[in-house]
Each structure stands twice: as C-alpha cells, then as structure tokens.
Nanobody, 115 residues
Framework: EVQLMESGGGLVQPGGSLRLSCSAS????????MSWARQAPGKGLEWVST???????THANSVKGRFTISRDNGKNTVYLQMNSLKSEDTALYYC?????????RGQGTQVTVSS
C-alpha cells in the first residue's frame, strides 16, 4: 500500500524557518518524482516544488529562493526546507507523487505563519 506521511509543520513567526518531512512507503521511492503542494484556507491546491528521481528540482515562483526541496532515498523521505516564511505561506502542506498511474498525497501538515 502506497503511504505518504508528512510532518514538521507548526506555528512560526514571519521570517522564520521550518523543515517539512514526508516519509514514503509501499513503492520504489528512488524511481519516482516527489512534490510538495499546499492549500490555503478557501483556495485551491497550489504546486510548490518537485524533485525528480535524478535530483533535479523546480520551485514555484512564489517560493523560489526561499524554499528548497531535497530527498534522501536511503530513508525514503523527501524534505521541504522553508526559510523567510511569510503570512501568505500559511497552508496545509502535502507531499504528492504519481505511483502506478494514480496521484497520491498524504494527510498534510499545517504550517501557520503569524506573529
């Protein structure tokens, strides 16, 4: 069974940092791209970052230069390092992938940026 489990969210002040983690199981992790997406209250799902199986990364313009996606294939884990956080980064963050032709995501971890 494919499972994705996010962790690391919390309450942080503007300008602060958080590192999100997503532990994956049930598939050959190293062979698949992994992404982070987020959903702010009252808004749709927004793509944030992707890391391919070869380590190539892409980021949305809204987070470029502030967020970094990385992966540890030995731990079947993908990370999202978030720096210089802004109030508009407040959202429920999901890790996502497409395995066996089906889009997958975890339950999400809440990030709240507020003073």
């Amino acid at each position: 069974e494919v499972q994705l489990m996010e962790s690391g969210g919390g309450l942080v002040q503007p300008g602060g940092s958080l590192r999100l983690s997503c532990s994956a199981s049930g598939f050959s992790f190293s062979r698949y791209y992994m992404s982070w997406a987020r959903q702010a209250p009252g808004k749709g799902l927004e793509w944030v970052s992707t890391i391919d199986s070869d380590g190539t990364t892409t980021h949305a313009n809204s987070v470029k230069g502030r967020f970094t996606i990385s992966r540890d294939n030995g731990k079947n884990t993908v990370y999202l390092q978030m720096n210089s956080l802004k109030s508009e980064d407040t959202a429920l963050y999901y890790c996502t992938t497409n395995v066996f032709g089906i889009s997958r995501r975890g339950q999400g971890t809440q990030v709240t940026v507020s003073s």
